[in-house]
């Protein structure tokens, strides 16, 4: 590889115009000689707490992903990633696997990173959880796709809280209590680890922390996406301050 700052990976990150989280927190995580290269996909902030207003963010999200996506494929890189979650699960597996094949067309050959993939992947590196605490960024209209596609993946979702976003950008817009608050409620005892979908959710380093406290993995979207990234090009660092994830091989 012979970028001079990226001389160990190079890694893409196409990330809707409405978000505000995923950028600095997956700067934030960035090893030694890896570099982060940022496209952005042009939504407009629809409601997300109507169909209607739902069904066009997920329309705005497909037409434009793979553009930018195709606009990062010269930079030479190991991995996208592709930082959307609703377009990843809305209609279940088969149309996620279309989405897939036209974002790695897009690529140039690059790894494509999206969340479904990448959580599942962490579960089984953590020892095969299947039982899950899920948090999601919506509102209930989007919660079940979500908690349908987990389902449909073997996942048995124990509890579900959602965090009320109700357009692409208010979904940054929570606190460290509205954190706790998603966290305790579905820390079940039968709960092996705790998921949050949803990338303009800024929780990473909340679920380091929320780790120390309750004795499980917390899987943040934006460092499983990173982490699944970063693996898929080769590099196995483990990064202080991210969690358990973060040391698993």
């Known amino acids: 590889m012979s970028s001079f700052l990226g001389k160990r990976a190079r890694i893409g990150v196409a990330i809707p115009t409405t978000n505000t989280s995923a950028q600095p927190e997956m700067d934030d995580m960035r090893p030694f000689d890896v570099t982060n290269h940022v496209a952005r996909i042009a939504i407009d902030d629809d409601s997300l707490a109507n169909a ?47 989405l897939l094949a036209e974002l790695t067309d897009a690529g140039g050959g690059a790894a494509i990173v999206m969340s479904a993939n990448a959580i599942l992947a962490a579960l089984n590196a953590l020892g095969g959880i299947r039982r899950i605490g899920l948090i999601s960024p919506y509102l209930e209209l989007g919660d079940e796709p979500v908690s349908r596609f987990f389902t449909e993946s073997g996942i048995d979702i124990v509890a579900t809280h959602g965090l009320g976003g109700r357009t692409p950008s208010n979904i940054s817009n929570v606190t460290a209590v509205d954190l706790r608050n998603a966290v305790l409620a579905v820390n079940r005892p039968e709960v092996e680890a705790i998921v949050q979908v949803g990338t303009n959710v800024p929780m990473a380093k909340f679920a380091a922390m929320a780790e120390s406290w309750i004795g499980k993995p917390v899987l943040a979207n934006n460092p499983v996406l990173y982490w699944h990234a970063l693996r898929c090009s080769g590099i196995g660092d483990a990064i202080p301050g991210h969690g358990l994830l973060y040391e698993a091989k």
Not at 58 to 77: E, N, Q, V
Not at 79 to 92: F, K, L, T
């Open 52 to 98: 209607e207003g739902f069904r066009k963010v997920i329309d705005d999200i497909r037409r434009s992903t793979p553009s930018a996506i195709r606009s990062l494929r010269h930079c030479g890189l190991n991995a996208i990633i592709a930082a959307v979650s609703p377009d990843g699960y809305w209609e279940g597996w088969p149309a996620h696997e279309m």
